[in-house]
């Protein structure tokens, strides 16, 4: 696995993703967000997938979609879609990438 300045490895498929800043939700600061991708199951992403239509994500491969990366990382980070999606640009791109390689890998 690579390391980059946002991310600190804790198991092969566990992984916290560090926030640029503290970001607020709901009156909760949020630093950080522990992504367990172990824990998720086929289950879950054909759920996952069910909501990204709800979204009028039309993607032609899901693994690529911004949208459905945004939803497994909230299923996998165990916080709400709208804590993902309201991310910084800038976080909300590095996260969605990282899930996308988790995706495809």
Not at 6 to 17: A, F, H, K, Q
Not at 19 to 26: G, H, K, M, V, Y
Not at 47 to 57: H, N
Not at 75 to 94: G, H, I, Q, Y
């Amino acid at each position: 696995m690579t390391e980059n300045a946002n991310t600190t490895p804790t198991t092969v498929d566990e992984l916290v993703y560090k926030l640029r800043r503290p970001f607020i939700f709901d009156g909760q600061t949020i630093t950080e967000l522990k992504l367990d991708f172990d824990s998720l199951t086929g289950n879950d992403l054909i759920e996952c997938e069910r909501k990204a239509a709800v979204r009028k994500d039309t993607s032609y491969m899901k693994e690529t979609s911004k949208t459905y990366a945004a939803i497994v990382a909230a299923r996998a980070a165990n916080v709400p879609e709208e804590v993902v999606f309201k991310l910084p640009a800038k976080d909300f791109t590095r996260l969605t990438v990282l899930v996308q390689n988790f995706l495809l890998n």
